[in-house]
């Protein structure tokens, strides 16, 4: 089971109800271990005066599910380590180790291609392009087809800087399929962005950055899953996964527990977001951290002025001097009547 599965956890706070806090736990993602999986290019229509939104998809082909990339990791086995060849330098000294989901179907891996099928015709001009924006892991990644001569045909490559080159360009309602590598284990965070051009009127329209997550196993080892194997030495398997789960059924969810440091299997011990008015228009906003633990937990704070929104990113929320608690203080202007906030929490 992968300690890498990701959670988000809403806790919000009316400071004009003396720190009331709710919590909304979202599923975590698929896991994706193997099949025909389409990367989608899809268009969403708006209306006058907009021109629509572009975004990708990831389409299980055989299943018949399609999810969003926040909602789905692509799962590399150890089964896809090889060792570079002489003559492959370009990913690396000879040797070394290289992860790759083949262009071509292996019944035990992902078979990636990426798709513009259901894109409308006369829409858009005769191909899209989608570039390479980033790529955050231990590793490097690489896409490429390879030819019949024993040659490869390299479209991106993070190895040697990211530039606009790094892209391609699906045939508007066809696709095609490539070779995925990693040069490491552990999770890879790749983004995309998504690019066509208006046919009518000649308009670019860019889509906004699309994450793609990729587990390369083996997952090195974690305090998250070294935590869950300690409190849970009888069945840590089924919790591992899931960090949104709440075992001693007190509100609070095992990462919250986890990264406060109390006890999951203790309802009079759990950790909530406190919210307190020192003085008059000063809000502060404090939940408690084990200092080590910080470093395996994504928080994020954002604050609305209603439950509908907009919700904005506080920048000023971080972890305090003391290394004991993610803390927050502001100033409320006298014309406030309310204000929202929620932490978001995700497992690295």
């Known amino acids: 089971m992968s300690p890498s599965r990701m959670n988000h956890l809403f806790l919000i706070a009316n400071l004009l109800a003396a720190g009331a806090a709710s919590l909304v736990a979202a599923e ?6 193997r099949g025909h999986v389409d990367i989608q290019v899809t ?5 006058p005066p907009g021109i629509g939104s572009l975004s990708l998809a990831l389409n299980e082909e055989e299943a018949g599910v399609v999810h969003s990339p926040s909602n789905a990791v692509v799962v590399v086995a150890e089964a896809a380590r090889l060792s570079i060849p002489d003559g492959f330098e370009v990913f690396g000294p000879a040797g070394g180790d290289l992860w790759v989901l083949p262009q071509s179907p292996d019944p035990n891996l992902p078979y990636l291609g990426f798709s513009a099928e259901d894109l409308p015709r006369d829409y858009f001009g005769d191909r899209m392009e989608i570039r390479l924006l980033s790529v955050e892991g231990p590793g490097n990644f690489f896409l490429w087809h390879s030819d019949g001569f024993g040659g490869i045909q390299m479209a991106m490559n993070s190895k040697d800087g990211i530039e606009s080159s790094d892209h391609v360009q699906p045939l508007v309602g066809g696709h095609d399929h490539y070779n995925f590598g990693f040069t490491a284990n552990g999770v890879h965070d790749v983004s995309f962005e998504v690019r066509g051009i208006h046919r009518a009127t000649g308009t670019n329209v860019v889509s906004l ?4 997550r990729f587990e390369v196993l083996p997952l090195p080892p974690s305090p998250w899953a070294d935590w869950i194997l300690a409190t849970f030495p009888e069945d840590p398997d089924r919790w591992l996964d899931l960090p949104q789960g709440d075992a001693d059924s007190d509100g609070a969810s095992n990462l919250e527990e986890f990264l406060a440091g109390t006890d999951p299997r203790a309802a009079s011990a759990s950790a909530r977001l406190a919210v307190s008015k020192p003085e008059n228009g000063i809000v ?3 939940f408690p951290v084990v200092a ?4 395996s937990v994504m928080a994020t704070m954002e604050s609305a002025p209603s439950p509908a929104g907009p919700w904005l990113s506080e920048p000023r929320f971080a972890l305090n001097p003391t290394s004991t608690a993610l803390w927050m203080r502001e100033t409320l202007s006298a014309a406030s009547t309310a204000r929202f906030y929620r932490l978001r929490l995700q497992l690295l």
């Open 28 to 33: 975590p993602p698929a896991r994706i271990f």
């Open 209 to 212: 950055p699309q994450r793609l």
């Open 284 to 286: 502060e906003l404090r």
């Open 43 to 47: 268009w969403t229509a708006e209306p």
């Open 292 to 295: 080590t633990r910080a470093a």
